[in-house]
């Protein structure tokens, strides 16, 4: 090996990638020659403004000469809208953010000369919304809907060898919501070269077969476009590697055929590369095995384009006898999860979204629903790594909105495009198990709607089911539309299930849960006796939902007595922006009671009544874990029957009642055992046993109150299995901090998730602290926001200075572009001893 071999093995090393790939790392599926432009983009906001006042938006601010010294700088993603402020005249249905205005960005990059011959391409992972894009002054397309990714083609209006001006508007004033959708370049942007014989955007799919235990089927089939004006003879090569999970190239396991194809002049022209893998790894949820195809197009020897193709071999079935992976039975313990990231709002962060993942996999959830539309690809790749399922839909709307300015606006010119793009971009995920034509929308009667969209999906891919989530699932079985999909989706209103059970032109349609529960609480509150909610937040007994919905354990008792659903997505996993029902005065959610008047009459009453008094309220209660992230008590619930092999007990309310002394304070515990002793101060309230498939958690009702210690044994099989306590504390002395890592990215704006925690002084978490804290970034990091997971707070996501909540805050650091070394986080507080967190930048 000469020294250049030495190096290329040294980088890899260093990259932490085995050598055996020829290029180390994969940046992200498609071609290769891919670099990111994430960086150095001005900005400036007009139209409607935060405040609410107008800013006339000027002609010609696309033009390579226009003045935008005086715009901001910064980089995207980039959401504008969650910088605020809250503002109580704004909806709450949109996080009182305000969202609506027109968003321009500029940015300008330099290609080199060699790149004259090449295409040249961007990429938009997603913008908010209605996207114009031009190049040099000219303008190069655009796309409305705000969560699909599209590429728009650069090479007629680049300037190779020399600067190039992207400008980009984005128009949020006329797209409403019923949830919070941000505002701006909120995904990551892509500048993407190739030669001018290429692998055509997406069109590369690959399909596997499980042959045997030992061999599996490759049938890669995709498009090759030749741009030249004459004819060209093209070969197309594919390798295939092992892919580990962070992106390195392992072993390589086979060799496609190699195919030749004679391409007219701007012809394009389908392929398919076949072969059989030998010993193969299957992907599977606990075993997330991945593999890539590296192709190669060339023309007289010469490379023009490489692409990459990830992909997982996995075989999935789905009947009456439930959902099979890998010929294994698994329910879908799913959670809903909106886009949005908390204190980030819409703008994409990949440590962000993947901490989400993983508190939702910790808590035994093996699949995402990812509501009410395509997600961030970076979401799908972080499901094939962490082997999570996933349901990717499409639209909250078709043609007739929820919203005067929802997709309805959209529907007739883009619903096949924006339908196609999502599953040619998802298709090779091993992760994508389910695609859903729409959710709840006011066409769930019409057959030939059904059918179209759907057909549109199937001709595309017919390896996945199809469903879509009813609210009205009676309508859509009675006109018969649901039959126009694979799999029955139902929202709520399972108490019909014997009834639908018997209804035979279903019964041998798989059903799952597309959204469950919509229980309501805010962590750390509790409220006794009859009372469920009061200043806006809402008992975290588990027990209250609007009126859909039901409590998780009425849903795992209707699971259990109908073995044949394939599973749930509750509703929702993260509490998300928007949407703060039941204070909330959304007229959508009388949608929920289309078919029952009365039930209608009652709430709208209370929408009226909720429109009169102006909640203060600004993000869900829906989320099994609150907005900073912090699980709320329902978790536990969720984690005791999703992991029953995990010995685990968990004890509600907290034991701080100094005006309960001698009262009742009703104990629930939720534990993954089957039976459980309660004990306060030494003395048992006795053993109570769980009832197969009717309870899910033992409750002690008449507990009276004494300061000290509650704490359960739990049992299983009449075995010791776990124990829990929680005890009465001392008034908040300290603070403790805890991050989620130690060292920080610095180019990949990696993030560090700080939980700030009030103690006493022996150490034990306040559970009614909420005093103003301080947070200060000190060195090679910086603050990007704070967080506490009250629903009702109004202080800005970006603000030093915020109460701790119930015991908990959040910090958010990064480390400063371009710096190295010691991040020093501290965070006090009046009364409090302050708290410094050593990270270290890289
Ligand atoms: C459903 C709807 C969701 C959310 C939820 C709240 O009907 O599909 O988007 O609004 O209700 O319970």
């Known amino acids: 090996m000469g020294w250049a071999g030495v190096c290329l093995l040294c980088l890899l090393t260093w990259l932490g990638c085995s050598p055996a790939g020829e290029s180390g790392k994969m940046v992200r599926s498609g071609q290769v020659d891919v670099v990111s432009l994430n960086e150095g983009w001005t900005f400036a906001r007009y139209g409607l403004q935060a405040d609410g006042t107008l800013r006339e938006e000027p002609e010609g601010m696309y033009a390579t000469g226009w003045d935008d010294s005086s715009w901001r700088k910064l980089d995207v993603p980039h959401d504008f809208a969650i910088e605020g402020p809250f503002r109580m005249d704004l909806s709450g249905n949109t996080g009182r953010l305000p969202y609506q205005g027109i968003g321009w960005y500029r940015k300008s990059f330099v290609l080199d000369s060699t790149d004259a011959d090449k295409r040249i391409y961007v990429d938009f992972d997603g913008v908010m919304a209605y996207a114009q894009v031009w190049l040099n002054g000219q303008y190069v397309g655009g796309w409305p809907y705000g969560y699909n990714s599209f590429r728009l083609d650069l090479t007629p209006y680049v300037r190779t060898g020399g600067e190039n001006l992207l400008a980009v508007r ?35 799919r690959m399909r596997t077969a ?38 390195c190239f392992g072993r390589r396991v086979l060799r496609l055929p190699a195919q030749e194809v004679r391409l007219s002049a701007r012809s394009a022209q389908a392929v398919k590369l076949e072969d059989e893998l030998d010993d193969y790894k299957r992907w599977d949820i606990g075993s997330p095995n991945r593999y890539v ?73 093996n699949a995402i629903r990812t509501s009410h539309n395509p997600p961030a690809p970076e979401l799908l790749d972080l499901a094939d790594k ?8 499409a639209f909250d709307a078709w043609a007739r909105g929820k919203r005067t300015w929802d997709y309805n606006k959209l529907y007739n010119e883009w619903h096949e495009k924006d339908l196609q793009a999502m599953v040619r971009r998802d298709w090779n995920h091993p992760s994508v198990i389910i695609w859903s034509i729409g959710n709840e929308v006011m066409e769930q009667r019409d057959v030939e709607m059904t059918r179209h969209l759907a057909g549109i999906v199937r001709e ?56 469950t ?97 102006q909640p203060p309220s600004r993000s869900s209660y829906f989320g099994i874990v609150d907005l900073a992230g912090f699980p709320k008590d329902r978790y536990y619930l969720y984690q005791s029957h999703w992991r029953p092999e995990l010995p685990m007990a968990h004890i509600l309310p907290h034991w701080n009642w100094p005006d309960r002394i001698g009262q009742v304070v009703p104990v629930h515990v939720y534990t993954s055992g089957t039976e459980a002793e309660l004990f306060v101060n030494g003395k048992s309230w006795g053993r109570r046993s769980k009832r197969e498939g009717q309870d899910f958690r033992l409750v002690w ?43 920080l990215d610095a180019g990949s704006r990696e993030l560090a998730f700080v939980t700030v925690r009030l103690t006493d002084e022996e150490g034990r978490t306040v559970p009614t602290a909420c005093c103003p804290l301080k947070f200060e970034v000190e060195g090679a990091g910086e603050l990007v926001a704070t967080d506490n997971g009250d629903p009702i707070s109004f202080t800005p996501f970006q603000s030093a200075e915020r109460e701790a909540f119930n015991g908990l805050a959040l910090a958010i650091v990064r480390a400063r572009k371009g710096a190295a070394g010691e991040i020093r986080v501290r965070v006090s507080g009046e009364g409090l001893e302050p708290a410094v967190l050593q990270l270290e930048a890289r």
């Not at 996995?314 to 886009?339: D, I, P, W, Y």
């Not at 939902?545 to 849903?555: A, H, K, T």
């Not at 009702?701 to 099989?717: H, L, T």
């Open 170 to 204: 984005t128009d949020t004033e006329k797209w409403e919501s019923r949830w919070y959708p941000g505002a701006g370049i909120y995904r990551n942007v892509w500048l993407v070269k190739t030669g001018q014989v290429q692998v055509k955007h997406w069109s590369a």
């Open 210 to 247: 499980c042959l045997t235990e030992s061999t599996a089927r490759l049938d890669l089939s995709l498009e090759v476009e030749n741009h030249l004006d004459k004819d060209v003879e093209a070969v197309v090569k594919g390798e295939v590697y092992e892919l580990d999970s962070t992106d």
């Open 293 to 365: 195809a590296r192709l190669t197009v060339s023309v007289g020897g010469q490379v023009t384009d490489r692409y990459d193709v990830p992909f997982g071999i996995r075989e999935t079935e789905f009947s009456r006898q439930g959902f099979f992976l890998n010929g294994r039975k698994v329910a879908l313990q799913g959670v809903c999860l909106h886009h949005d990231l908390g204190a980030l709002g819409a703008a994409f962060n990949l440590s962000a979204q993947e901490r989400q993942l993983r508190i939702m996999q910790e808590m035994g959830c």
């Open 386 to 393: 962490m082997g999570l399922l996933v349901m990717d839909e």
């Open 460 to 515: 595309l891919d017919d390896t996945r089911p199809v469903t879509a989530g009813y609210n009205n699932p009676n309508g859509g079985r009675d006109s018969n539309a649901a039959r126009e999909l694979d799999l029955m989706g139902v929202n709520y209103f399972f108490g019909q299930q014997a009834r639908w059970d018997e209804d035979e032109r279903y019964k041998d349609m798989p059903t799952v849960g597309t959204e």
């Open 517 to 613: 529960s919509s229980c309501v609480s805010t962590r750390g509150v509790y409220f006794m006796g009859d009372t469920l909610r009061k200043n806006f937040q809402i008992s975290s007994y588990d027990l209250d939902s609007p009126g859909w919905g039901c409590s998780p354990d009425r849903q795992f008792a209707t699971n259990a007595r109908f073995p044949h659903l394939l599973g749930e997505f509750v509703w929702t996993g993260f509490d998300y922006l928007g949407e703060p029902t039941p204070y909330n005065s959304d007229n959508t959610n009388l949608l929920n009671f289309r078919t029952d008047p009365s039930k209608q009459e009652e709430l709208k009453k209370k929408l009226e009544e909720l429109a009169r008094i």
């Open 701 to 743: 009702d008449s507990v009276v109150y004494q300061p000290g210690s509650v704490r359960v044994v739990a049992y299983k099989n009449g075995q010791k299995w776990a124990e829990d306590e929680v005890q009465t504390t001392g008034e908040a002395r300290k603070i403790r901090l805890e991050a989620d890592r130690n060292s």
